[in-house]
């Protein structure tokens, strides 16, 4: 059996952006869907990033980084389509460790140590802050099957709603397990829009 794989949900529409937020460049130029996609890797051995079929520039750097890209055909179908077709290219993972792309500001540690608590036999796990459950969450390979039945556009929450004594919650001191991006104005009201991703490894 493999370690843990890191999956990177990548296929979104951005319609509510206006534009490829993926591509979106951060403080230090880099794009977001690249900086959060660099932060997971980090804490994994392998990476498989779900993208959309027509979004060639994204699958490129990702490509680049080290991921398998894989597509998701239907992307308009939601993230539990996209969820389940990364699963189904890693079926000998350890684990799966699930992330955003356009969550840009979690910090490496942060997933480090989500990493750490899979591999140590968590089922499920994921961080929290002030309260709020947040990105990435880790899943066992006990969860292999029922990841791959997904559909639909809720991800895997429906397994954290069924089965609430699988699940770990792990205490995390950063704000960006809780930050996603759907408009441009957010890069700014957030605060956090001149945060490089070195400014992360602090």
């Not at 990177?8 to 591509?23: E, W």
């Not at 993208?51 to 939601?78: F, H, I, K, M, W």
């Not at 500001?105 to 899979?118: D, G, K, M, S």
């Amino acid at each position: 059996m493999s370690a843990t794989v890191g999956v990177l949900l990548a296929a979104g529409s951005s319609r509510r952006f206006g534009a490829n937020k993926l591509l979106q460049p951060m403080a230090d130029g880099e794009p977001m869907g690249v900086m959060a996609a660099r932060h997971l890797l980090a804490a994994v051995s392998r990476g498989v990033a779900v993208v959309r079929p027509d979004d060639t520039e994204l699958s490129a750097a990702l490509s680049e980084l080290g991921y398998r890209v894989v597509e998701n055909p239907q992307p308009e179908t939601g993230m539990g389509e996209s969820l389940a077709v990364a699963v189904s290219a890693s079926l000998d993972a350890g684990g799966w460790l699930v992330a955003l792309a356009d969550m840009p500001w979690i910090r490496p540690q942060t997933i480090a140590q989500v990493a750490e608590r899979l591999e140590q036999g968590a089922s499920i796990v994921a961080p929290i802050h002030n309260g709020e459950r947040g990105h990435p969450v880790g899943f066992a390979t006990r969860w292999g099957e029922r990841l791959v039945d997904l559909s639909g556009d809720h991800g895997a929450k429906q397994l954290l709603i069924d089965y609430p004594n699988d699940l770990e919650l792990l205490p995390a001191d950063d704000p960006g397990i809780l930050l996603d991006v759907d408009f441009p104005e957010q890069l700014s009201e957030t605060g956090f829009e001149s945060i490089s991703g070195n400014d992360l490894l602090g």
